[in-house]
């Protein structure tokens, strides 16, 4: 069983930035491949940014390329995503996920374990 807490959203106006942070549970963190996913209200869940248990080949949804970066530090069971130049449209709940397959993946079903979610709006 992992448990997963985000932190670290709010209110933001465009062009601000803030960063997310997702702390796991469990000794095996550092095998499990990281996820972060968002939902706007009215909206489907959608891909945000994944990263590897390693912290290399991070992938990101086209939308948030060049503002987001996603990282990890295995050490603090802790997952980040740092946005940066936020528009209105970033404005969701941000989720962090976690997968035991090595395989990045942009697929939410694949993931097995999710956090409880944290706000982020972003105003123009």
């Known amino acids: 069983q992992v448990q997963l807490v985000e932190s670290g959203g709010g209110l933001v106006q465009a062009g601000g930035s803030l960063r997310l942070s997702c702390e796991a549970s469990?000794?095996?963190?550092?095998?499990?491949?990281m996820g972060w996913f968002r939902q706007a209200p009215g909206k489907e869940r959608e891909f945000v940014a994944t990263?590897?248990?390693?912290?290399?080949?991070?992938y990101y949804a086209d939308s948030v390329k060049g503002r987001f970066t996603i990282s990890r530090d295995n050490a603090k069971n802790t997952v980040y995503l740092q946005m940066n130049s936020l528009k209105p449209e970033d404005t969701a709940v941000y989720y962090c996920?976690?997968?035991?397959?090595?395989?990045?993946?942009?697929?939410?079903?694949?993931?097995?374990?999710w956090g409880q979610g944290t706000q982020v709006t972003v105003s123009s």
């Open positions: 996920a976690s997968s035991s397959s090595s395989v990045l993946t942009t697929i939410g079903r694949r993931y097995n374990y």
């Open positions: 469990g000794r095996t963190f550092s095998s499990y491949t």
């Open positions: 990263i590897s248990w390693s912290g290399g080949s991070p």
